[in-house]
């Protein structure tokens, strides 16, 4: 007996949070991929510290929701897993595209005529990290901005191919100094195969582990300081 998997198209819905800009025109839209085991509404927590004026923060939720523990019934999501890892990441790059495009298009319908298109950035944490370099990669969606918070480029992600695309992205990598999944024997070689394959890039670290760190954040925020000016 042969057991052949197959896939149809279907048509579901997504969840994804928002928070919402203090002011119009938005100046810029950010995208904030969580990681493994993390849900949209509460990521959004972290992005406080630079939810100000006329920044608009978006977090798109991973496709696959799953129990953190029998007992608790907590809920988180990943983006993706080893099962038909191909076909996950076509689905979400392609999501994530159409997300960006409902978000761009709505901030457009409230704006008055005449205002410069928002800035894009895309952050990604974690697992995040991943989702990011692929959408950047394999998407449509422009992103003026990508910060690589806490993991790695793929490293099935042909750089001959697509490290022109990163470059062009103002990519920026942020570690914990204590990260305990990203010691500095991995940042090193890291960056070394970015340097190998002309990857422009811009390092950023701070005091603490595998999380998203409010002072950081801010400075890669600050338009008037070192984040994007």
Known sequence: MTVEPRHITIERRVRFAV?????????????ALHGYNQVAHRFLRYFQPIHAGARCIVAPEGLHRHYLGH????????????????????????????????????????????SAPPRVVGLGFSQGVHTLCRWLAF?????????????????????????ATLSAADL????GEAD???????????????????????????????????????????PGGTGYG
Not at 19 to 31: N, T, Y
Not at 140 to 162: C, F, K, M, N, Y
Request: hydrophobic share 40%; aromatic share 8%.
């Open 19 to 31: 928070l919402e800009p203090h002011e119009r025109p938005v100046a810029e839209i950010w995208f």
């Open 71 to 114: 007992e608790s019934r907590r809920v988180g999501a990943s983006w993706m897993t080893s099962e038909d890892r191909l076909t996950d990441i076509e689905d979400y790059v392609g999501y994530l595209d159409r997300l960006h495009a409902h978000v761009l298009a709505e901030e457009s319908r409230q704006t008055a005529g005449g």
């Open 139 to 163: 998407g449509r969606a422009r992103i003026d901005r990508a910060i690589l918070w806490g993991s790695t480029v793929p490293p099935d992600l042909d750089l001959s191919e697509h490290g």
């Open 172 to 175: 920026h990598l942020v570690v």
């Open 180 to 222: 305990e999944y990203f010691d500095q024997a991995a940042i090193e070689a890291h960056e070394a195969r970015l340097r190998a394959a002309r990857v422009g890039f811009t390092s950023h670290s701070y005091a603490g582990g595998h999380r998203l760190d409010a002072e950081t954040l801010r400075r890669l925020a600050d």
